[in-house]
Nanobody, 116 residues
Framework: QVQLVESGGGSVQPGESLRLSCAAS????????MYWYRQAPGKERELVAD????????DYGDSVKGRFTISRDNDKNMVYLQMNSLKPEDTAVYYC?????????WGQGTQVTVSS
């Protein structure tokens, strides 16, 4: 029932931009904080950004501050991640998720590859 579907990934060169989208359904989207995580092969999962239920409060991992922007549209049940000035170390699978007291819910992920 809960569905989180990421899209917008791709292959770009360093310095370029991508905009990721997460389409949410099957739960009370506007009642939840939402998160973007990423994971590269052989590395631990890393929190990229989070956004409060109304979109007023946001936070970012140190490695992406000043380059990435998280936003949401509660009327459309969408979460976005604008990624600017991309670096090779941003290469990873990016996941949209949220948490309850019981479990975490994850999308299938979208691949971002940054290389020259």
């Amino acid at each position: 029932q809960v569905q989180l579907v990421e899209s917008g990934g791709g292959s770009v060169q360093p310095g370029e931009s991508l905009r990721l989208s997460c389409a949410a359904s099957g739960f009370a989207f506007r009642a939840h904080s939402m998160y973007w995580y990423r994971q590269a092969p052989g590395k631990e999962r890393e929190l990229v950004a989070d956004i409060g239920s109304t979109g007023r409060i946001t936070d970012y991992g140190d490695s992406v501050k000043g380059r990435f922007t998280i936003s949401r549209d509660n009327d459309k049940n969408m979460v976005y991640l604008q990624m600017n000035s991309l670096k090779p170390e941003d290469t990873a699978v990016y996941y949209c998720n949220f948490f309850t007291g019981i479990r975490a819910y994850w999308g299938q992920g979208t691949q971002v590859t940054v290389s020259s």
